[in-house]
């Protein structure tokens, strides 16, 4: 049986995978169910630089991004050449490699990971629906595609995503040169956005989208330096579009009460990742079913900072949504909004309603 728009199992396009490091080189991390083209790595046991690779910049020392950083990719500031990098995409999840100091950023002895990783469509292709040419990786069933494009400058510019429907969030980060992270997100309005790797909150800007919600063919830019700069720079683009039962992005009001905020998503989530916008300054948060993976003892983990794994959880992960439990401003603060991006472990849910349980 099919649940929703031919997702069987939420966990073939995204899957969350632990391990524990044992210091050996080439070491294959493996349990995620499909070839990622996305992997999103962070130490969990102490403050280290969190890691992403895809499939469309390819693998190898040289090809790694951070969200806690603006440096350009490859950059000795992130420096896998020295702490390990992904070497390799595999059937069923990746290689990684030591660099010259060891694996710390995979595998050191007896240091804890968590590794994220997300289904595209393989090898990217060329797609000229766009101003600019991109090369795209797109997995139009579980809405996920990873976009590279060289910028024009140009405002008004597009840049074919692949999806065929319109993307709920958008991630770019420059590659070439230093530059902060961008985040579009459908709650924020395509006027304003946020920095990944900073507690900033939302800002108006013209310059990352124009002032243009995306199509369901290509993204709009405008002439920022953080989506669009100058001519001749390489950038990178993560691309989500909401499918039911799978993912769901959205924005909601914090209680300021630990009996706090229901957010209803339509399954079980197994991957949450909230920020505050509208107000002060706080961190990302991310949580996910498998750290430590049962309420209240849901992990937390920062994007925006090198900070090792916090034991408090924000939320309890319900069948139906989550539930938040703190009552800080970070996460539900009584009137700030916040956006998440939420993916499923199971999508068998009908009601809409608070579990009896957990009221």
């Given at each position: ?16 995978v ?22 999103w ?6 403050g280290?630089n ?72 393989g ?26 494009y ?10 074919g ?27 924020l ?41 100058g001519?001749g ?6 691309c ?27 399954f079980?989530?197994a991957?949450?990742?909230?920020k ?9 948060y ?10 209240p ?37 009584s ?8 993916f ?16």
């Amino acid at each position: 049986m099919s649940y929703t728009n031919g997702l069987d199992k939420p966990s073939d396009y995204f899957n969350t995978v632990l391990n524990t490091g044992d210091n050996t080189s080439p070491k294959s991390i493996t349990g995620f169910n499909f070839q990622p083209d996305l992997v999103w790595t962070k130490t969990r046991t102490y403050g280290n630089n969190h890691t992403l690779f895809d499939s469309v910049r390819g693998a190898g020392s040289g090809k790694e991004i951070s969200s806690n950083s603006t440096a350009e990719e490859g950059s000795a500031t992130i420096n896998t050449a020295t702490y390990g990098y992904l070497s390799s995409f595999d059937s069923d999840g990746f290689t990684a490699t030591s660099g010259s100091s060891g694996i710390n950023y995979f595998n050191e002895s007896g240091s804890t990971y968590v590794n994220w990783g997300w289904l595209a469509g393989g090898t990217g292709v060329s797609n000229t629906d766009g101003s600019i040419t991109s090369t795209v990786s797109a997995n139009t069933t579980s809405g996920f595609s990873i976009v590279s494009y060289t910028s024009d400058g140009n405002s008004g510019a597009t840049v074919g995503h692949g999806l065929g429907v319109a993307p709920s969030v958008v991630i770019v980060k420059r590659r070439s040169s230093a530059e902060d992270w961008g985040v579009g997100h459908q709650s924020l309005g395509w006027t304003n956005f946020l920095r990944l790797n900073t507690t900033g909150a939302s800002s108006a800007s013209t310059g990352l989208w124009n002032d243009t919600a995306p199509s369901s063919t290509v993204v709009t830019l405008g002439n920022s330096g953080i989506s669009n700069v100058g001519s001749g720079t390489t950038m990178i683009m993560y691309c989500f579009a909401e499918k039911k039962g799978f993912s769901k992005f959205g924005s909601y009001s914090g209680n300021g009460n630990a009996d706090g905020t229901f957010v209803y998503t339509g399954f079980k989530p197994a991957f949450v990742m909230i920020k505050l916008y509208n107000t002060t300054v706080d961190n990302w948060y991310v949580q996910d079913s498998k750290r430590i993976g049962y309420n209240p003892k849901n992990a937390q983990l920062f994007p925006n900072t090198s900070g090792s794994e916090n034991a408090d959880e924000f939320a309890d992960m319900l069948s139906n949504g989550f539930k938040l439990r703190d009552n800080g401003d970070g996460n539900n603060g009584s009137g700030y909004g916040y956006i998440y991006m939420a993916f499923a472990e199971n999508p068998l849910v009908t009601s809409t309603k608070l579990p009896a349980t957990a009221r």
